[in-house]
């Protein structure tokens, strides 16, 4: 009998947008025992909700904003939420977690789960208060970006409302389109801002005054007070990320020779320090203003003599920077704050433009895009023009012109004006800032990631470039298999629970399971904690096998398996990639065609999700 | 055999069966019996000597390591526990006379003893060695180590080498001082050093001074799997493995528990991942070096077969 005695209201919100209706339903517990909460309740409502091949952008597809059990206890690190729907731009399992505050309103209007389905025929919002929620009109709203709309919806309900909206990229449908909340903590990647766009969902407003019950109180504040010592003595967590946010990790990364610049056509970005944490700090930091209870505090108001907002963060500093071959700061920060009022991800976003810039200036483009371009700027597209990406950002919020091609995405781009070579992603999602020619690990993780080309889903740059917990041998493939399969299940219960990735900078496995056991009061080792982590990641890979991938998704573009750098510090190393792969689906105990085997889905439980694999052979 | 050739390489590549035998020894909590939580910055204050305090005795850890002036506060946050007070002895540079070291010797442990009230046993003494003087007359070490296990007055005393200062030859022969002279451990670094604990000087101390005298690692040592590399280098057999002959002297004992508990989850692939070898290599570290030494690892360098490592200095 698997019960759960704490961490949930266990309710989940059904609002269906095509009738009209909201109905309250009771999560049972077997669930949130098997799956945690959060990324990996959503990836399981999600298999067993949506039939494969589902169009994302259509009124079957759904989208949930769930809760952990660890929201609302006031845990480091932890006021967070998860959006778990169909990605329209990978058409894979599609997850993001987000920072802010919106987590923790959610939970505290007595609400676990929210699962919109159908969809809307004119524009609308949901207001969710203590255990009921509403749709409301927001016809006013559309076209408004987030900020104006989180101003305006803030202004109509109460002050401390949580509030996550699309912009005009989502209203647009632009396949990266994000949802925001707190007008700057995106739930960033894979576009399921298009998704709510599709449902003609403008915003959710949560409010509420409940606390996240827990069986045992002392026990949960006794394994709290663990996690804060340990979060408040780890070097990156006590020190690093305080001082500079995430932008201290330019100067490493690129030191490293693992810094993609150019559209990934370089591991080092000669400029680095004008675009470094360093800069960004001397230059244009105003104050940190940290997520909900969180006491890493990386996140940061920026000001530039024009503008105010927050961010940008590492990756889109090195998105719109190096990976453009931008090296003024200030346009960085104007394109992150475009991309945040418009509702688009800054990590698609630069990769799409730097894809553009290579396109260009190898003549791929089509002379339509060109003029396209030549109206936009009044000259063609290179790399290191920073009023480009400015101007750029601003017209893929739009979705206009040039901006509409860019919103496809790197790899719809590349492939429409015919070189798919030049577009550096994974299963259609644009890669991260760490080039796994110098990062070995990373390359499997990345290929082998369930929503694509992320960083987030297992980070093994934290040991591979960081040292923590230790470091390891960057060039070497030996061990990283079972490395990244333990970065990944261990992420997944992370992003479960839902906590930020960050405490895993300062805690072991043991200690997270400590935390979520206590406050679900269910019996859990570090060892069952992953055993949960990779029933979630399977899960997905089953939904992405459903939608027809296979091993030949599970792979980086070319440039990165056979052009090794030929300067920086990662000079000269190549990946073995293929026999990492076979490495790496034996750990898992899948087939070398990926395809879990039968003994390993009847040990997590999954073998009645598996059934389609016997009858499509 | 020639020190330089390939096979004589220096303990940079670890046998997996042995090191995985030692890791899965160990829990976070058994190997924070083992650190010596140490904090000797120049401007530590109170509050930080408390938190420290406070950690040893909530983790079990084997001391708390601080300067001297300390005396008057770490007794009694310590007290009631079986954590040890550990002071420094003419530290960083080791060049007060004999006399002077066994004076500030005899100072600290009577006011330690005031302080606590708990009698013998619970207070070690880090003594740095004057390196100079070692180089031209090795008795003059033996000498002031010995005076400084006197003053103590039968508490155990910790002799810092500052082993990146030393030839391998040299390594050898203070190694061989402290082994005949009264004190209870050799230690390898300030922390304030050209560089840290290597395995690879571990392995020579333990190798010299056997098993009857402690050996203690320190310098740059932040995460466990660092500490299984100098277990395996200097307590590789069981019987060495108790904290009165083996210790690890750190600022950062939550990150090495944090991390221990990492290392237990997929041990085999961590310890295949390994390391960049001239990253653990003391005779990678030359950029502080005197002449003569750093000659001394160029020469190792060349013969070395990780030597393509050295491409890139940085790594």
Known sequence: ?617 | MDQNSSENAPLVVFDRIKLHEIVVAFTPERIAAFLDVTDLKADTQAPKISKMADWAITFGCASVCVNPVEVDILPALLKGSAVKECYVIDFPLGKLDIGMKAALTTDVVRKSHENRSEGKGLIELDMVINVGRFKKDPGYTLEEINAVCEAAGGEHVKVIVRSSELTEKELYKVSEVVASSKAHFIKNSTGMDAYGATPEHIRIMREVVGDHIGVKAAGGISDAMFCMRLFYAGASHPKLQTPDLFRIGTSQPLNIMSSMAWLLHNTDDWIDAGVIPCTICPYNQTGKLRVEIREESNNFCRNCRHKEFRKHKEF
Request: hydrophobic residues 35%; proline residues 4%.
């Open chain 1, 1 to 617: 009998m698997k019960t759960v005695n704490g961490g949930y209201f266990k309710r989940l919100l059904r609002v269906n947008l095509s009738k009209g209706t909201v109905e309250s339903e009771i999560i049972p517990d077997s669930l949130l025992h098997d799956y945690i909460g959060g990324r990996g309740l959503g990836s399981k409502l999600l298999f067993d909700e949506i039939p494969a091949g589902t169009d994302p952008l259509s009124t079957e597809n759904i989208l949930m904003f769930l809760t952990g059990p660890l929201t609302g206890i006031n845990a480091p690190a932890t006021n967070r939420f998860t959006v778990v729907s169909k990605s329209p731009l990978t058409g894979t399992v599609g997850g993001c977690s987000a920072g802010g505050h919106f987590g923790a309103d959610l939970k505290s209007a007595g609400t676990d789960v929210l699962l919109i389905e159908g969809k809307s025929q004119s524009p609308c919002y949901i207001l969710i208060g203590n255990n009921k929620a509403e749709i409301l009109n927001a016809t006013n709203l559309w076209g408004k970006n987030t900020a104006e709309t989180t101003d305006y919806l803030l202004s109509i309900s109460d002050l401390k409302a949580g509030i996550a909206c699309i912009g005009p990229a989502g209203e647009k449908q632009v396949l990266m389109a994000t949802i925001m909340n707190e007008k700057n903590h995106a739930a960033g990647r894979g576009g399921l801002g298009a998704v709510m766009g599709s449902k003609k969902l403008k915003a959710v407003v949560v409010n509420g005054d409940n606390k996240t019950p827990v069986k045992d109180q002392a026990m949960v504040e006794n394994a709290i007070k663990k996690w804060r010592t340990f979060i408040g003595e780890a070097p990156l967590t006590k020190d690093i990320l305080k001082e500079y946010g995430t932008p201290a990790l330019v100067k490493v990364i690129n030191h490293y020779g693992t810094f993609p610049a150019r559209n990934f056509n370089e591991g080092v970005f000669n400029d680095a320090e004008s675009i470094s944490g360093e800069t960004f700090k001397e230059l244009y930091f105003v104050a940190r203003k940290p997520c909900s209870g969180c006491p890493i505090a990386c996140a940061r108001i920026t000001q530039t003599p024009e503008r105010e907002g927050k961010g940008p963060e590492f990756e889109t500093i090195w998105s719109f920077g190096a990976l453009c071959g931008v090296n003024d700061l200030e346009s960085v920060i104007h394109a992150n704050y475009n991309c945040n009022e418009a509702g688009i991800d800054t990590i698609s976003a630069g990769n799409a433009i730097a894809c553009a810039m290579e396109l260009s200036e190898k003549g791929y483009l089509t002379s339509e895009a060109r003029d396209q371009i030549l109206g936009l700027l009044g000259h063609d597209l290179k790399f290191g023009d920073a009023r480009a990406i400015v101007r750029l950002s601003e017209a893929m919020g739009k979705s206009e012109g040039f901006g509409e091609i860019l919103g496809l995405g790197a790899w719809r781009m590349a492939e429409k004006f015919g070189h798919p070579e030049i577009a550096m992603h994974v299963k259609g999602l644009e890669l991260p800032a760490y080039d796994p020619r110098g990062l070995h690990g990373m390359s499997i993780t990345l290929a082998t990631n369930n929503r694509g080309g992320c960083h987030l889903r297992s980070y093994l740059v934290s040991t591979e470039a960081l040292s923590t917990p230790f470091g390891i041998n960057r060039f070497s493939s030996d061990g990283k298999a079972g490395l990244a399969m333990l970065y990944q299940d261990l992420t997944a219960t992370i992003d479960s629970m839902v906590a930020c990735l960050f405490t895993s900078f300062a805690l072991s496995p043991d200690l997270y399971a400590r935390l979520v056991g206590s406050v679900m009061d269910i019996e859990l080792t570090g060892k069952d904690l992953l055993k949960t982590g990779e029933r979630i990641w399977t899960i997905e890979k089953l939904f992405n096998l459903r939608e027809g991938k296979t091993r030949a998704d599970d792979t980086l573009p070319a440039r990165l398996l056979n052009e090794p750098f030929k300067s920086g510090l990662s000079k000269g190393y190549k990946i073995e990639f293929q026999s990492l792969l076979d490495e790496y689906y034996k750990v898992r105990g899948w087939d070398r065609n990926g395809i879990p085997g039968e003994k390993k889905l009847a040990e997590l439980d999954l073998v009645s999700e598996s059934s389609f694999l016997k009858s499509s052979g």
